[in-house]
């Protein structure tokens, strides 16, 4: 009888075996996701907070060609109406 006992209690503790298993892999990979979603949220930020300075450099670009862009057309506009000697 006793074997019968042993072979029984070893038949019902692999089925429990295999979702603790299961369970411990379960929560394994929650917490793997939780960890890759809070790095994309950190890559998210991170991404905005370099984008806004390119932007703002960007613009400041702009901002100089534009100025230096007029200041060309105003120096060939006054060189034509205003031709020096020659």
Do not use: Y
Request: charged content about 20%.
């Amino acid at each position: 009888m006793r074997c019968q006992s042993a072979a029984i209690n070893t038949r019902s503790a692999a089925p429990i075996r295999n979702i603790t298993l299961e369970v411990t892999n379960a929560v394994h990979i929650l917490e793997e996701t939780k960890l890759t979603m809070e790095a994309a949220k950190i890559a998210v930020t991170l991404a905005k907070e370099s984008f806004m300075p390119m932007n703002e450099n960007t613009n400041w670009r702009r901002a100089v060609f534009f100025v230096l862009d007029a200041q060309t057309q105003l120096a060939q506009s006054r060189a034509k109406s205003h031709p020096g000697p020659g």
